[in-house]
């Protein structure tokens, strides 16, 4: 316990300095924007600036990175309230009572309250990341490659199952094409050639950062221009500091919001959309004023804000610990921890106990930047959404080129860019999930690696999968997951809770 504050004191003289801050508020700044303009997600701005800061020194880089990542994820709620169109996924639950708070000439008042709840969320979540992280890392010294195997495949499934709302189905088809994506090249082990076609190119396989700046990027480009051009909801904000007994009065909706949204972040995939709906459908079920939500909620709004930012640390716990994302953003921030010489994993306590818990100082760092900047610049800001598209789009497609060409100065990642673009945006028409998609590039080596090696190990021997403890315990939430997932299985579950609940 001591050895972590003095190591926690440690690492904040890494960032006690001008250039820190310079980048905190900067990058901060550029994630607001981006989260704020709809179409530009979070994990789109964190893949554009991991190509663009590819020549810092890994601990700037990658505040950079978290910087964008938590002012995106914060800047969502701008668009959320006053345009009825959530800047990123995570804030579509935020939509729900910003909008008519808008509406009702309170669109001040709701972008104030959405930062302070954003605020607090992402301080909770950061005490569970400096508790957690330490000890997850420690259990997961216990996983072998039979483990490995099957949480793999227990993140493509719950992710799957989690990001997808009408038809898990599709959650999984998404989760295994991005599998199949990560089988492309020569395998691990024996250097063979896999699904290359005699494409000397594709030998290499298909890099994560091309791939994900063309599904989050170049897809929301064509995905934007697509769709209608929206219309603010107020020109006018009137009062944004919010009331100090106003937050207090829902203390208890932001502590239940907090754990809520830290648990989901840290399912593999899963993300803070669904932390926020969690969170959202939680206060409204335990709220005095459930007669209130949809119509302009205060706790509502508050609920929502707070599921989605907690989740941010949440998601950065396994990622940091078992080198499993536990979002789409996550997923380009792990890519860019590799890119610079970082390996997140079981042994980093043992390998880089520091950079833990630097990782908790920029997430810190940013929560507050998120504060002063938001409470701050909150008029602004609001010419950003005044902005025409069709100048806007034009400059990202750029950056979405000349991202994956900065880093291996090759047209062909260019052309992959390109590819997944129109694979992403294909994929978002029929109404796949694109979070499976990431998880399952991410997790493809993972599951590859493992799967053969624990075949090496075992000679072939299935039993080790099914009966190691850990390994068990996975393969049947696996499956739990699965079953649930299934019509009349659940039909079956709610009659026998109901039957329970009725005796």
């Not at 801050?21 to 979070?42: D, E």
């Not at 991991?50 to 994820?73: D, F, K, W």
């Not at 640390?313 to 078992?322: E, H, V």
Request: aromatic share 8%; charged share 15%; hydrophobic share 55%.
């Amino acid at each position: 316990m001591l050895d972590g504050l003095v190591q926690l004191g440690n690492a904040f003289t890494v960032f006690a300095n001008f250039t820190t801050l310079f980048n905190v508020l900067w990058a901060t700044l550029a994630g607001i924007l981006i989260g704020s303009l709809p179409g530009l997600t979070a994990t789109m701005g964190v893949a554009l600036l991991t190509t663009l800061t590819y020549q810092l020194p890994p601990a700037q880089a990658i505040l950079i990175l978290i910087s964008v990542y938590v002012g995106a994820i914060y800047g969502g709620s701008r668009s959320a309230i006053l345009l009825n169109i959530p800047g990123t996924p995570a804030n579509a639950a935020t939509t729900l009572d910003g909008f008519p708070l808008a509406r009702s000439g309170r669109g001040g008042e709701a972008m104030g309250i959405a930062t302070t709840a954003s605020m607090m969320g992402t301080f909770i979540g950061v005490l569970f990341l400096a508790a957690i992280a330490p000890l997850l890392a420690e259990f997961a010294l216990r996983f072998g490659s039979y483990e490995y195997f099957w949480l793999a495949i227990f993140g493509i499934v719950i992710a799957g199952q989690m990001t997808s709302f009408d038809d898990a189905l599709k959650g999984w088809i998404s989760g295994f094409l991005g599998l199949m994506v990560a089988m492309v090249g020569q395998e691990s082990i024996h250097a063979y050639d896999r699904l290359t076609f005699g494409i000397p190119d594709l030998a290499g396989g298909l890099a994560l950062i091309p791939a994900l700046v063309g599904a989050f990027g170049f897809a929301e480009v064509l995905t934007v221009m697509k769709n209608r051009a929206p219309e603010l909801a107020a020109r006018s904000v009137g009062r944004v500091l919010p009331k100090l007994s106003e937050l207090w009065r829902y203390k208890r909706t932001i502590g239940r919001s907090g754990v809520i949204g830290t648990v989901v972040g840290i399912i593999p995939g899963v993300g803070e959309d669904i932390g926020a709906w969690i969170s959202y459908a939680a206060a409204r079920r335990g709220s005095k004023e459930k007669e209130q939500f949809g119509k302009g909620s205060i706790e509502g709004l508050i609920a929502a804000e707070t599921g989605n930012n907690t989740a941010i640390p949440g998601a950065l716990i396994p990622a940091l610990t078992l080198a499993v994302p536990g979002s789409a953003p996550a997923a380009v921030l792990l890519a860019a921890m590799l890119i610079h010489g970082i390996r997140p994993g079981p042994l980093i306590m043992i390998e880089a106990p520091d950079f833990v818990f630097q990782v908790v100082w920029m997430v810190m760092l940013a929560t507050v930047a998120i504060g002063v900047i938001g409470l701050l610049l909150t008029r602004p800001l609001l010419q950003v959404l005044r902005v025409p598209r069709e100048r806007l789009m034009p400059v990202i497609f750029v950056l979405c080129v000349i991202g994956p060409y900065a880093i291996t100065q090759r047209l062909f990642d260019v052309y992959v860019m390109i590819g997944f673009g129109i694979l992403g945006f294909v994929l978002r028409e029929m109404k796949y999930p694109m979070a499976p998609l990431v998880l399952g590039i991410i997790l493809g080596e993972i599951l590859d690696k493992n799967l053969r090696r624990a075949l090496v190990l075992a000679d072939g021997d299935l039993t080790p999968f099914f009966t190691r403890p850990i390994s068990m315990v996975l393969w049947i939430a696996t499956l739990l997951v699965i079953l649930l997932a299934l019509p009349p299985v659940r039909r079956g579950v709610s009659r026998l809770l109901r039957w329970e609940t009725a005796a």
